[in-house]
């Protein structure tokens, strides 16, 4: 069974940063994609960076310079380092893993981020 636990969130002040920490654990025998993904009240979850095996990144326009990915394969974690924050940040932040070519999502809780202004 895979398992994803966030961590990172909390309360920061516009123009703070945060750094986000998705831990993995269990076994996928696929090839996948590991993802950010973020969710604001009442909205559906939406992608906020994907990241592959090389550590190519695809941002969404709304995070490109602020937000960056990574990921360490040999620990199997992923991080997200959210600088310049705006209120408008505020979202509970979710790591993904989706199988190739099944398209199998795995999620975490989430971890929220809250930005005040």
């Known amino acids: 069974q895979v398992r994803l636990v966030e961590s990172g969130g909390g309360l920061v002040q516009s123009g703070g940063s945060l750094r986000l920490s998705c831990a993995v654990s269990?076994?996928?025998?696929?090839?996948?994609?590991m993802a950010w993904y973020r969710q604001f009240p009442g909205k559906q979850r939406e992608l906020v960076v994907a990241?592959?095996?090389?550590?190519?990144?695809d941002s969404v326009e709304s995070v490109k310079g602020r937000f960056s990915a990574s990921r360490d394969n040999a620990e199997w974690t992923l991080f997200l380092v959210l600088n310049s924050l705006k209120p408008e940040d505020t979202a509970v932040y979710y790591c993904?893993?989706?199988?190739?070519?099944?398209?199998?999502?795995?999620w975490g809780r989430g971890t929220q981020v809250t930005v005040s202004s």
């Open positions: 993904n893993i989706r199988e190739e070519p099944s398209g199998h999502d795995y």
């Open positions: 269990g076994t996928i025998y696929s090839p996948y994609v």
């Open positions: 990241i592959d095996d090389d550590g190519r990144t």
